[in-house]
Protein backbone atom coordinates (compact mmCIF):
# COMPACT_ATOMS: atom_id res chain seq x y z
CA UNK A 1 0.00 0.00 0.00
CA UNK A 2 1.14 3.47 -0.84
CA UNK A 3 1.87 5.33 2.03
CA UNK A 4 0.84 8.68 1.08
CA UNK A 5 -3.15 7.43 1.58
CA UNK A 6 -2.43 6.76 4.61
CA UNK A 7 -3.50 10.36 5.90
CA UNK A 8 -6.78 9.95 4.21
CA UNK A 9 -7.41 6.85 5.67
CA UNK A 10 -7.06 8.26 9.49
CA UNK A 11 -9.17 10.92 8.48
CA UNK A 12 -11.75 9.15 7.52
CA UNK A 13 -11.57 6.77 10.34
CA UNK A 14 -11.72 9.96 12.73
CA UNK A 15 -14.79 11.13 10.27
CA UNK A 16 -16.46 8.24 10.41
CA UNK A 17 -15.85 7.83 14.40
CA UNK A 18 -17.53 11.16 15.16
CA UNK A 19 -20.09 10.62 12.29
CA UNK A 20 -21.24 7.62 14.50
CA UNK A 21 -21.24 9.57 17.67
CA UNK A 22 -23.14 12.41 16.59
CA UNK A 23 -25.81 9.82 15.17
CA UNK A 24 -26.27 7.58 18.61
CA UNK A 25 -26.89 10.99 20.11
CA UNK A 26 -29.41 12.38 17.59
CA UNK A 27 -31.56 9.60 17.49
CA UNK A 28 -31.50 9.07 21.30
CA UNK A 29 -32.94 11.93 21.47
CA UNK A 30 -35.32 11.72 19.07
CA UNK A 31 -36.89 8.87 20.28
CA UNK A 32 -36.87 10.17 23.78
CA UNK A 33 -38.53 13.16 22.48
CA UNK A 34 -41.26 10.82 21.06
CA UNK A 35 -41.64 8.51 23.79
CA UNK A 36 -42.27 11.42 26.24
CA UNK A 37 -44.70 13.31 23.37
CA UNK A 38 -46.25 9.59 23.83
CA UNK A 39 -46.35 9.80 27.33
CA UNK A 40 -48.46 13.03 27.58
CA UNK A 41 -50.44 12.46 24.88
CA UNK A 42 -52.13 8.90 26.94
CA UNK A 43 -51.58 10.69 30.41
CA UNK A 44 -52.75 13.84 29.63
CA UNK A 45 -49.97 15.48 31.80
CA UNK A 46 -46.67 16.86 30.93
CA UNK A 47 -43.81 14.62 31.49
CA UNK A 48 -40.91 15.11 33.98
CA UNK A 49 -38.07 16.47 32.24
CA UNK A 50 -35.20 14.40 33.16
CA UNK A 51 -31.93 16.35 34.88
CA UNK A 52 -29.29 16.96 32.40
CA UNK A 53 -26.57 15.02 34.13
CA UNK A 54 -29.05 12.00 33.27
CA UNK A 55 -29.90 12.64 30.19
CA UNK A 56 -26.28 13.39 28.93
CA UNK A 57 -26.11 9.52 30.48
CA UNK A 58 -28.52 8.21 28.81
CA UNK A 59 -27.69 9.30 25.80
CA UNK A 60 -23.88 7.82 25.88
CA UNK A 61 -25.81 4.68 27.31
CA UNK A 62 -27.89 4.12 24.07
CA UNK A 63 -24.57 4.86 21.65
CA UNK A 64 -22.90 2.31 23.40
CA UNK A 65 -25.86 0.19 23.38
CA UNK A 66 -26.23 1.25 19.70
CA UNK A 67 -22.68 0.27 18.76
CA UNK A 68 -22.33 -2.94 21.19
CA UNK A 69 -25.63 -4.41 19.17
CA UNK A 70 -23.71 -3.61 15.88
CA UNK A 71 -20.55 -4.93 16.41
CA UNK A 72 -21.33 -7.44 19.31
CA UNK A 73 -20.85 -11.38 18.57
CA UNK A 74 -23.72 -13.12 16.39
CA UNK A 75 -22.57 -16.49 17.71
CA UNK A 76 -24.92 -18.13 20.31
CA UNK A 77 -22.37 -20.08 22.03
CA UNK A 78 -20.05 -16.93 22.05
CA UNK A 79 -22.71 -14.15 23.14
CA UNK A 80 -23.81 -16.91 25.95
CA UNK A 81 -20.27 -16.81 26.95
CA UNK A 82 -20.30 -13.42 27.27
CA UNK A 83 -23.04 -12.98 29.06
CA UNK A 84 -21.82 -15.67 31.61
CA UNK A 85 -18.95 -13.63 31.98
CA UNK A 86 -20.29 -10.61 32.82
CA UNK A 87 -23.04 -12.32 35.17
CA UNK A 88 -20.28 -13.84 37.18
CA UNK A 89 -18.87 -9.95 37.41
CA UNK A 90 -22.07 -9.34 38.89
CA UNK A 91 -23.17 -6.89 35.62
CA UNK A 92 -26.74 -8.55 35.19
CA UNK A 93 -28.91 -5.69 33.16
CA UNK A 94 -30.55 -6.84 29.85
CA UNK A 95 -28.01 -4.44 27.74
CA UNK A 96 -25.16 -4.95 29.50
CA UNK A 97 -23.80 -7.32 27.15
CA UNK A 98 -24.39 -4.84 24.59
CA UNK A 99 -23.11 -1.61 26.30
CA UNK A 100 -19.46 -3.61 26.71
CA UNK A 101 -19.28 -4.75 23.58
CA UNK A 102 -19.94 -1.28 22.53
CA UNK A 103 -17.13 0.05 25.28
CA UNK A 104 -14.74 -1.74 23.01
CA UNK A 105 -15.64 -0.36 20.20
CA UNK A 106 -16.10 3.07 20.77
CA UNK A 107 -12.46 2.58 22.83
CA UNK A 108 -10.90 1.43 20.43
CA UNK A 109 -11.79 4.08 17.51
CA UNK A 110 -12.10 6.89 19.87
CA UNK A 111 -8.48 6.03 21.32
CA UNK A 112 -7.31 5.68 17.41
CA UNK A 113 -9.01 8.37 16.24
CA UNK A 114 -7.40 10.73 18.95
CA UNK A 115 -4.06 9.58 18.26
CA UNK A 116 -4.31 10.20 14.43
CA UNK A 117 -5.87 13.87 14.49
CA UNK A 118 -3.31 14.75 17.26
CA UNK A 119 -0.39 13.23 15.02
CA UNK A 120 -1.49 14.93 11.85
CA UNK A 121 -1.96 18.27 14.03
CA UNK A 122 1.04 18.47 16.41
CA UNK A 123 3.38 16.22 14.72
CA UNK A 124 3.53 15.98 11.08
CA UNK A 125 7.10 14.77 11.20
CA UNK A 126 6.41 11.24 12.86
CA UNK A 127 7.23 8.46 10.47
CA UNK A 128 4.54 6.74 9.06
CA UNK A 129 5.59 3.21 9.99
CA UNK A 130 5.54 4.37 13.89
CA UNK A 131 2.33 6.20 13.27
CA UNK A 132 0.52 2.99 11.92
CA UNK A 133 2.45 1.03 14.99
CA UNK A 134 0.96 3.72 17.71
CA UNK A 135 -2.51 3.24 16.13
CA UNK A 136 -3.10 0.04 16.00
CA UNK A 137 -1.68 -0.28 19.41
CA UNK A 138 -3.76 1.54 21.04
CA UNK A 139 -6.99 -0.05 19.14
CA UNK A 140 -6.15 -3.31 20.48
CA UNK A 141 -5.87 -0.99 24.44
CA UNK A 142 -9.17 -0.48 22.97
CA UNK A 143 -10.51 -3.47 22.45
CA UNK A 144 -8.76 -5.92 25.24
CA UNK A 145 -8.40 -3.39 28.01
CA UNK A 146 -12.29 -3.99 28.61
CA UNK A 147 -11.57 -7.42 28.99
CA UNK A 148 -8.94 -7.31 31.38
CA UNK A 149 -10.98 -5.08 33.45
CA UNK A 150 -13.45 -7.41 33.30
CA UNK A 151 -11.26 -10.87 34.05
CA UNK A 152 -10.17 -9.02 37.46
CA UNK A 153 -13.57 -8.02 38.50
CA UNK A 154 -14.50 -11.29 38.45
CA UNK A 155 -11.53 -13.00 40.04
CA UNK A 156 -11.86 -9.90 42.92
CA UNK A 157 -15.77 -10.82 43.33
CA UNK A 158 -15.12 -14.56 43.02
CA UNK A 159 -12.23 -13.79 46.05
CA UNK A 160 -15.12 -12.10 47.97
CA UNK A 161 -16.96 -15.17 47.71
CA UNK A 162 -14.40 -17.41 48.43
CA UNK A 163 -14.00 -15.13 51.80
CA UNK A 164 -17.79 -14.91 52.89
CA UNK A 165 -18.46 -18.75 52.38
CA UNK A 166 -17.33 -20.54 55.52
CA UNK A 167 -19.26 -17.70 57.53
CA UNK A 168 -22.10 -18.30 55.59
CA UNK A 169 -22.32 -22.31 55.77
CA UNK A 170 -21.48 -21.98 59.53
CA UNK A 171 -24.86 -19.77 59.33
CA UNK A 172 -26.48 -22.61 57.42
CA UNK A 173 -25.61 -25.65 59.51
CA UNK A 174 -26.86 -23.68 62.69
CA UNK A 175 -29.93 -22.93 60.86
CA UNK A 176 -30.45 -26.77 59.37
CA UNK A 177 -29.52 -28.25 63.13
CA UNK A 178 -31.85 -26.42 64.58
CA UNK A 179 -34.55 -27.85 62.98
CA UNK A 180 -34.95 -25.51 59.52
CA UNK A 181 -35.73 -26.37 56.02
CA UNK A 182 -32.64 -25.84 53.50
CA UNK A 183 -34.64 -23.09 52.16
CA UNK A 184 -35.77 -21.43 54.67
CA UNK A 185 -32.02 -21.57 56.09
CA UNK A 186 -30.24 -19.98 53.10
CA UNK A 187 -33.30 -17.60 53.55
CA UNK A 188 -32.17 -16.52 56.98
CA UNK A 189 -28.41 -16.59 56.24
CA UNK A 190 -28.99 -14.00 53.14
CA UNK A 191 -30.51 -11.66 55.52
CA UNK A 192 -28.07 -11.90 58.25
CA UNK A 193 -24.54 -11.67 55.64
CA UNK A 194 -26.23 -8.50 54.31
CA UNK A 195 -23.54 -6.65 56.05
CA UNK A 196 -20.56 -8.56 56.44
CA UNK A 197 -20.99 -10.69 53.23
CA UNK A 198 -22.92 -8.50 51.07
CA UNK A 199 -21.59 -10.40 47.48
CA UNK A 200 -22.55 -13.94 49.14
CA UNK A 201 -25.88 -12.35 50.21
CA UNK A 202 -26.89 -11.31 47.23
CA UNK A 203 -25.81 -14.37 45.37
CA UNK A 204 -28.34 -16.12 48.07
CA UNK A 205 -31.03 -13.80 47.76
CA UNK A 206 -31.00 -14.60 44.39
CA UNK A 207 -30.86 -18.57 44.72
CA UNK A 208 -33.86 -17.51 47.18
CA UNK A 209 -36.26 -15.97 44.17
CA UNK A 210 -35.32 -18.50 42.03
CA UNK A 211 -37.01 -21.57 44.63
CA UNK A 212 -40.11 -19.40 45.31
CA UNK A 213 -40.77 -19.12 41.64
CA UNK A 214 -40.87 -22.51 41.72
CA UNK A 215 -37.49 -24.07 40.08
CA UNK A 216 -36.49 -26.75 41.08
CA UNK A 217 -34.15 -27.16 44.16
CA UNK A 218 -30.84 -28.82 42.10
CA UNK A 219 -31.59 -26.40 39.30
CA UNK A 220 -31.44 -23.50 41.21
CA UNK A 221 -28.22 -24.41 42.93
CA UNK A 222 -26.75 -25.30 39.36
CA UNK A 223 -27.61 -21.93 38.59
CA UNK A 224 -25.58 -20.83 41.54
CA UNK A 225 -23.10 -22.25 40.75
CA UNK A 226 -22.74 -20.99 37.42
CA UNK A 227 -23.09 -17.23 38.29
CA UNK A 228 -20.17 -16.97 40.85
CA UNK A 229 -17.57 -19.53 38.50
CA UNK A 230 -16.03 -20.68 41.86
CA UNK A 231 -14.77 -24.39 42.41
CA UNK A 232 -15.83 -23.96 45.79
CA UNK A 233 -19.42 -22.94 45.30
CA UNK A 234 -19.79 -25.78 42.64
CA UNK A 235 -18.10 -28.60 44.56
CA UNK A 236 -20.59 -27.31 47.51
CA UNK A 237 -24.02 -26.99 45.01
CA UNK A 238 -22.67 -30.22 43.74
CA UNK A 239 -22.37 -31.61 47.33
CA UNK A 240 -26.10 -30.68 48.56
CA UNK A 241 -28.09 -31.51 44.81
CA UNK A 242 -26.45 -35.50 45.83
CA UNK A 243 -27.39 -34.90 49.57
CA UNK A 244 -30.95 -33.86 48.36
CA UNK A 245 -31.41 -37.40 45.60
CA UNK A 246 -29.95 -39.28 48.35
CA UNK A 247 -30.91 -38.35 51.22
CA UNK A 248 -27.56 -37.68 53.19
CA UNK A 249 -28.07 -35.36 56.14
CA UNK A 250 -27.35 -32.09 54.68
CA UNK A 251 -26.38 -30.92 58.11
CA UNK A 252 -23.29 -33.14 58.38
CA UNK A 253 -22.36 -32.39 54.89
CA UNK A 254 -22.84 -28.74 55.55
CA UNK A 255 -20.45 -29.10 58.62
CA UNK A 256 -17.79 -31.39 56.62
CA UNK A 257 -17.69 -28.60 54.07
CA UNK A 258 -17.82 -25.91 56.64
CA UNK A 259 -14.49 -27.06 58.07
CA UNK A 260 -12.64 -28.22 54.93
CA UNK A 261 -13.67 -24.53 53.41
CA UNK A 262 -12.36 -22.62 57.04
CA UNK A 263 -9.29 -24.57 55.93
CA UNK A 264 -8.64 -23.48 52.62
CA UNK A 265 -9.36 -19.93 53.96
CA UNK A 266 -6.35 -20.19 56.77
CA UNK A 267 -4.02 -21.60 53.86
CA UNK A 268 -4.87 -18.81 51.56
CA UNK A 269 -4.03 -16.26 54.14
CA UNK A 270 -0.86 -18.63 54.79
CA UNK A 271 -0.09 -18.36 51.63
CA UNK A 272 -0.18 -14.81 51.21
CA UNK A 273 1.71 -14.43 54.30
CA UNK A 274 4.70 -16.56 52.79
CA UNK A 275 4.71 -14.41 49.39
CA UNK A 276 5.52 -10.60 51.46
CA UNK A 277 9.12 -11.25 51.65
CA UNK A 278 9.17 -11.46 47.91
CA UNK A 279 6.55 -8.94 47.13
CA UNK A 280 9.00 -6.39 49.46
CA UNK A 281 11.93 -7.33 47.25
CA UNK A 282 12.19 -4.98 45.07
CA UNK A 283 10.44 -1.92 47.01
CA UNK A 284 13.67 -2.75 49.88
CA UNK A 285 16.08 -2.76 46.96
CA UNK A 286 15.24 0.35 45.46
CA UNK A 287 13.83 2.74 48.42
CA UNK A 288 14.96 1.53 51.25
CA UNK A 289 19.07 0.35 50.84
CA UNK A 290 19.72 3.25 49.12
CA UNK A 291 18.56 5.71 51.95
CA UNK A 292 19.89 3.62 54.45
CA UNK A 293 23.19 3.20 52.98
CA UNK A 294 23.56 7.26 52.30
CA UNK A 295 22.54 7.65 56.05
CA UNK A 296 25.17 5.05 57.41
CA UNK A 297 28.03 5.46 54.68
CA UNK A 298 27.33 9.32 54.19
CA UNK A 299 29.29 10.95 57.27
CA UNK A 300 32.16 8.43 56.63
CA UNK A 301 32.28 9.79 52.67
CA UNK A 302 32.51 13.30 53.90
CA UNK A 303 35.55 12.62 56.29
CA UNK A 304 37.43 10.71 53.61
CA UNK A 305 36.92 13.66 51.21
CA UNK A 306 37.64 16.38 53.68
CA UNK A 307 40.87 13.62 54.65
CA UNK A 308 42.16 13.95 51.09
CA UNK A 309 41.62 17.31 50.67
CA UNK A 310 43.47 18.25 53.17
CA UNK A 311 46.33 16.14 51.40
CA UNK A 312 45.70 17.89 48.27
CA UNK A 313 44.80 14.83 46.44
Excluded at 30 to 59: H, V, Y
Excluded at 162 to 187: F, H, T
Aim: aromatic share 8%.
Amino acid sequence: MNTEYIPYMAAALGFGSILMAAYGLVAYFDGANASARLKERISGTAAEKPSLFGDLWQAFSGVFDRVGSKIGPTDEEEVDKNHLALIQAGLRTPTAARRFQGTKGILAIGLSGIFLIVRFLFLPEQPMLTTGFITLLLAAIGVYGPEMWLKKRIAKRQIAVANELPDALDLLVVCVESGMGLDQAIERVCDELKTSGPTISMELKLLTLELRAGKARGDALRALSDRVGLDDLSSLTSLLVQADIFGISIGRTLRVYSDAMRTKRTQRAEEKAAKLPVLLLLPLMLFILPALFIAIMGPAVILLMDAFAVMGV
